[in-house]
């Protein structure tokens, strides 16, 4: 396939953005990931999209045919594929993470976890764990914010891992994460009793729900990533039992969580008796989403 194949008008480009904004209007797809989608892979800018002053620009350089480019924004629409795993990246914090369908697609709530544990952070400089890191980007976010610390990043798939290696690759923080394949805690236990904090973003939701979420999620993101048992909270319960032995005293916990689930998790945590200062924190949108505690 030559160079040619990847050049087009922006009369052309302008005419397929139209009919795509119809397209995704009339099948309930938020218009604004056509645009996201250019962005992406013709390097258009915003203000050229907005005052669509690209129209009359006689040639733009595609990343893929705008054939494929078409095929791609169908499935999108009947096979409901993420708009992110046809692009090949998703925005998170101030990074671009790369993504595919062997990753949970990193939310922008989930952005929240870095901000918690710099602010909770004692000990800003020893071992952080992400349990679970998928495609890394809880890894890279706590690497940006705590320059001193060592971050030990854990996954059991390790196409996820594959990912992961590359996006701290890419974002040049490769020489402070350090990648694991193995199940949670297990591959990081010659550092027992060492750890400064522990983040994760764990499968939380009930087996039973799965069925129900959104065909983008359930039919294109891993079950591995999403399924948390009969109650959403196997993986929780889990990591509230073993950390206690990993994190030094006035270690931190901190995990995400499903609405609705905050209430169990602090009596968990409080049950557990190696925790204190336990608390709940919501996300932007007021959802009880985050729990933190201390290992006493």
Known sequence: MGEKHLIVSGLQLWQWRNVALKAAIATDVPSMEVDWLLLEVAGLDRLALRLESFKNWPQIQLQLPLEELEHLWQRRLNDR????????????????????????????????????????????SGHWADLGTGSGAIAIGLADVLPKATIHAVDYSLEAL????????????????RFYQGSWWEPLAFLKGQ??????????????TLATLQPEVVNHEPHLA??????????????????PSYLQ???????????????????????QGSYYKIQIHADLAGIERFALAYKS
């Not at 594959?162 to 994460?177: C, E, W």
């Not at 750890?195 to 039973?208: A, E, K, L, Q």
């Open 81 to 124: 594929l993420p708009v992110q795993y046809i692009v090949g990246v998703t925005p998170w914090r101030q990074f671009k993470i790369g993504v595919s369908n062997a990753v949970l697609i990193p939310r922008p709530e989930t952005e929240c976890l870095i901000d918690l544990a710099l602010a909770s952070a004692s000990n800003a």
């Open 249 to 271: 005293p006035g270690g931190v916990w901190l995990i995400e969580m499903m609405a609705g689930q905050a209430d169990t998790v602090q009596e968990l945590l409080q049950n």
């Open 195 to 208: 750890f400064s904090g522990m983040v994760s973003n764990p499968p939380y939701i009930p087996t039973s």
């Open 162 to 177: 594959a990912i992961a290696q590359a996006n701290a690759d890419n974002l040049g923080l490769a020489n402070r994460i």
């Open 226 to 243: 999403l399924d948390g048992g009969a109650d959403g909270l196997d993986w929780i319960r889990h990591l509230i039992e073993i950390s």
